[in-house]
């Protein structure tokens, strides 16, 4: 019993489990009293490496008790031969049903010693050897059927023995997974065509001008597993009934001795007709065929039967498959159609089934599916019946990315791998992946995949982390694909509108309202023109493009901005790739080059905020405060001043670009526009400011001063516009001991330098720091000192003065200093008791003397945004003046901003809540009408377009379509201004 014991032990190092394997090896001459027998180890080494060596093992035996006189030949051999070796224990290992085969047919195994068996090219004749007597003729019925069974297993024995020796002797050639699927396709179609010789013999007819085999699913796409149903459909000519006698004797034969014949997808399904006539099939398909039909005649190819018969019917169908996109809701129906197929899988199997459920090979074939069906209209490179063949297209086209597509492709062949080795243990189709708790299965599958023990995990656990991940990367990358607004997009656009140089593709631009349509098709021909990668991804965008911008008010100008826009992102690797892939970008971004003049100038220069576009929360996510710190910290970590600012305009362009690009999708209100203006305006300002006052104070080696900067007007009131100017005051601190003129010549010397610097001209909207309501104005000094301003305004100041300083709040440069600047003038602009009457009508009469000396000449007053009637002047002025009047006694008038205050005049009873909705809604009309102007022409303006595109431009950022009369926004527009202007004249002038 001991030494029993020690000979078990000795054999389990070769990872022998089974109680029964001692004697086994015993039997077979591998093993005695020592342990391995001589001669023996190679083979004792090979059965440690199957994927399961006590089954391995168990089948060798088998095979020696059925053929004990041929057993000497097989142990030679298996002792000599490493590819035979390897070939038979890895079938052994991994296949029962294989064994029972190799046990049933003594002598079998001898093909696996040569090619004979492993060679596609004799496949047909194989199987027809098989099948033909010793008079010629072909076996019929029983005969037949167990001829051919026994000719179409051996030929799968060599298939899974070239397809697993390398995993039990590692150096063997070994093919790829698409070439075992392509050889058992070949297998597959050289068992149809030798049933169908059989057929013809039982039945007395040749398939001959009769019948022809055309393949679908898998066998049509030379990807079948070891065990499918094989997909046909039958086309007939002549007597019908004798067609179909031979497709139904052909079904019974190759059914019994090899797999199950399906022709259920054939016209009508299984309801239908088992052959019909070329004519038949094709007036069904133009009449009654479904979307799902089409996509799955993609993968249709003849294979057996008459060639010139099956040949007709495929180039009958090619045009129907490849225009099935054109069909209403076509993208939506295959979308459809996955999501059923996936709520057929029970939801205890969603996440193991391989096949069908969530990150399964229906995901990756539905996707790429898809893919081809729309853009293969008009790409014949896309056209394989072949789920990798298209997928590596798709890739090379450009229609998905080439990593997405390597990726797909991986997992996909992993999964296909899996379910093989799954199918060949008992021949059965099965397409489930072992449950996390049947440890022994999964350490057997791992082995049968060649999946290695990994760090910390078993091989079983490796392959359930390899399986999860290949999974979750499918599910990923399908919805990424599958539902992607752009096939829609391009779905939608008809085949012929695809081919964007031809004649009717000039037609077609003039009728969709591009006025130059020719102009048109040269920047199409310029984005287009090559073999490149590039110019296949812009062949697939730009008929979705031409669509959107069909939709903008300057369908040309967007063309144009979007050929400037490529051609100078040509070189950035993900520009194209987020057009394809992210959401819907295009249409976004169509939109805005066909509106904006302003954001075709920033993107070629902020061209990271194009990645936003496709995520509302990302393009509307960062606050005005983020976004102020990380410009702030980004400046000060510049080396210089120059540095500096280059840093602050950059991220200015960013921001400026982004808030446009939101402001115009609709996604910023008013408020929240002029807010994220302000502070990035703010920010440039601080860093700029404290550059400059570092490189002057290191030049001098001491501070003379401090410096703090007040925002009035707009920037005080964090109302800014795009084209808004920056009006500030610069005040100033002596150090101690410093007198007043150094300190003066200090602080004037830094502000001089941030106004020149960051006014100096530039490609994006000026920043223009303008010092002009400073006292004096521009004859008075550019900095005073905190006591200067004091005394300014005690003995000169005016009440226009009080006014203007009711929007003043510190911005930048020493907070304390700042704070007592507005500690002093909080007297000034909030005045105890209120407003002297004399100097209400004093604001009065300048308001008047304003608006008639500087509306530009031949303005029209209905539609000049800020000094015409209704619009900004009016309503800030009216706010203003009952500042002035009451903020003393009402806490919530003592604001820097508009909107603040007309609450705060509700609030108050000051006035009526109807009235300062008035003016609130004229406010935000004429804000919202003067930004959006600057960014339709690219330049500031005040007053509405009165025609044209501008209006109509503008009239689109406003909701209006292009089909609407502009006038009907310009009419609005008055009618609002009008109400305000009631409003106004009522609390301004009569109160």
């Not at 040569?114 to 047909?124: H, K």
């Not at 140089?501 to 969709?512: C, E, G, H, N, V």
Request: glycine share 8%; hydrophobic share 40%.
């Amino acid at each position: 019993m001991a030494e029993r014991a020690r000979t078990t032990a000795s054999a389990a190092r070769y990872g022998f489990t089974d109680t029964r394997a001692d004697g086994q090896l015993r039997a077979a001459g591998w093993w005695n009293e020592g342990g391995a027998a001589e001669g023996a180890t190679d083979v004792l080494l090979a059965l440690s490496r199957a994927a399961d060596p006590d089954l391995a093992l168990a089948g060798l035996d088998r095979i020696r008790e059925a053929d004990e006189a041929g057993w000497p030949e097989l142990d030679s051999t298996l002792r000599e031969n490493r590819t035979f070796r390897g070939r038979l224990l890895g079938v052994l290992g991994t296949s029962t049903a294989l064994a029972d085969f190799l046990v049933a047919n003594p002598g079998e195994w001898r093909c696996l010693a040569g090619n004979r068996c492993t060679d596609p090219a004799q496949f047909a004749d194989r199987l027809l050897e098989r099948v033909r007597q010793d008079d010629g003729t072909y076996a019929t019925g029983t005969a037949a059927e167990q001829a051919l069974r026994a000719g179409y297993r051996g030929l799968l024995l060599g298939i899974a023995a070239a397809d697993l020796g390398h995993l039990v002797e590692p150096g063997l050639d070994h093919p790829e997974f698409r070439d075992v699927a392509s050889e058992l396709t070949t297998l597959a179609e050289a068992s149809l065509q030798a049933g169908l010789v059989v057929a013809e013999q039982e039945v007395g007819a040749s398939a001959e001008g009769t019948l022809a085999v055309i393949a679908m699913g898998k066998t049509g796409g030379r990807e079948l597993n070891y065990v499918s149903d094989v997909d046909v459909i039958f086309v007939g000519a002549g007597d019908l009934g004798v067609a179909t006698r031979l497709a139904s004797t052909m079904m019974r034969v190759v059914g019994n001795a090899c797999f199950e014949v399906d022709a259920a997808l054939r016209p009508e399904g299984k309801s239908g007709a088992l052959v019909r006539t070329l004519e038949g099939h094709t007036a069904y398909y133009q009449k009654w065929a479904k979307t799902w039909e089409f996509q799955a005649l993609l993968k249709a190819r003849p294979v057996a039967g008459d060639v010139e018969l099956g040949r007709q019917y495929a180039e009958m169908v090619a045009p129907m498959v490849w225009s099935a996109a054109d069909r209403e809701n076509f993208v939506t129906e295959v979308q459809q159609m996955r999501r059923r197929v996936e709520e057929h899988v029970a939801s205890e199997h969603l996440e193991r089934e391989l096949k069908l459920g969530r990150g399964g090979l229906r995901d990756v074939e539905f996707a790429v599916q898809l893919l081809q069906l729309v853009h293969g209209r008009v790409d014949p490179a896309l056209r394989s019946p072949s789920t990798l063949e298209a997928l590596a297209a798709l890739g090379d086209g450009g229609y998905v990315g080439r990593a997405d597509a390597a990726e797909m492709s991986s997992s996909y062949e992993f999964l296909r791998t899996v379910e093989h080795r799954l199918q060949l243990r008992r021949l059965r189709r099965t397409h489930l992946f072992p449950a996390s708790s049947d440890t022994d299965e999964l350490r057997i599958l791992a082995r049968a995949c060649g999946i290695r023990a990994a760090r910390g995990r078993s091989q079983g656990e490796a392959l359930l982390a390899e399986f999860r991940r290949h999974a979750q990367g499918i599910r990923r990358l399908h919805e990424k694909v599958f539902y992607r607004p752009l096939l829609q997009s391009v779905a939608n656009v008809p085949t012929e509108a695809l081919r964007l140089t031809t004649k009717q593709a000039a037609s077609r631009l003039s009728a969709l309202g591009y006025a130059a349509p020719e102009g048109a098709l040269q920047h199409i021909k310029a984005l287009t023109s090559g073999v490149s990668r590039r110019a296949a991804i812009q062949q697939a965008l730009l008929p979705v493009l031409l669509d959107c911008l069909a939709d903008t008010p300057d369908p040309d100008g967007g063309l144009l901005s979007y050929r400037k826009v490529s051609e100078a992102l040509q070189d950035t690797p993900w520009y194209l790739r987020v057009l394809r892939d992210e959401g819907t970008v295009v249409e976004r971004l169509a939109f805005l080059l066909g509106t904006s003049n302003l954001v075709p100038d920033l993107l070629v220069r902020a061209p990271e905020v194009l990645q936003l576009l496709g995520d509302p929360a990302r393009l509307t996510g960062r606050t005005p405060a983020e976004v102020a710190t990380s410009l702030r910290a980004a400046v000060r970590r510049q080396p210089g001043l120059s540095a500096a600012v280059t840093a602050a305009r950059s991220l200015r362009r960013h921001e400026l670009l982004r808030v446009a690009c939101a402001d115009l999708l609709g996604l910023l209100d008013v408020p929240s526009v002029c807010e994220a203006l302000s502070s990035v305006w703010v920010a440039v300002l601080q860093g700029a400011l404290s550059a400059a006052y570092r490189q002057r104070q290191a030049e001098l080696g001491r501070t003379p001063a401090t410096i703090a900067v007040i925002g009035m007007g707009r920037l005080g009131g964090a109302e800014l516009g795009y084209g808004s100017d920056a009006d500030v005051l610069f005040v100033c601190e002596p150090a101690e001991g410093v007198p007043d003129a150094e300190a003066l010549r200090f602080a004037s010397s830094v502000a001089e330098t941030v106004r020149k610097i960051l006014g100096a001209p530039s490609a994006d909207p000026a920043l223009i720091v303008d010092a002009d309501l400073r006292p004096e104005g521009r004859s008075g000094p550019l900095v005073r000192t905190l006591e200067s301003y004091r005394a300014y305004y005690q003995r000169w100041g005016e009440v226009w003065e009080s006014q203007a300083l009711l929007r003043a709040r510190f911005v930048a440069g020493d907070e304390e200093l700042g704070e007592r600047f507005i500690d002093l003038i909080d007297p000034l602009r909030y005045p105890e008791g209120g407003l002297d009457p004399k100097d209400a009508r004093e604001i009065r009469r300048i308001k008047a003397r304003v608006e008639t000396e500087r509306l530009p000449r031949g303005a029209d007053p209905t539609r000049h945004t800020k000094l015409g009637r209704g619009g900004l002047a009016d309503v800030e002025w009216t706010v203003q003046l009952l500042q002035l009047q009451h903020a003393h006694e009402v806490p919530g008038l003592r604001t820097t901003s508009t909107l603040d205050a007309l609450t705060a005049l509700a609030e108050a009873g000051l006035a009526p809540a109807e009235s300062v909705d008035s003016l609130r809604e004229a406010w935000l009309l004429a804000t919202r009408v003067r930004n959006a102007t600057m960014l339709v022409r690219g330049k500031a303006a005040d007053e509405v377009p009165g025609t044209g595109r501008d209006l109509a431009a503008v009239a689109r950022v406003f909701g209006y379509s292009v089909d609407d009369d502009p006038g009907e926004f310009l009419d609005a527009y008055r009618r609002v201004t009008r109400h305000a202007h009631a409003v106004v004249e009522e609390l301004f002038y009569d109160n």
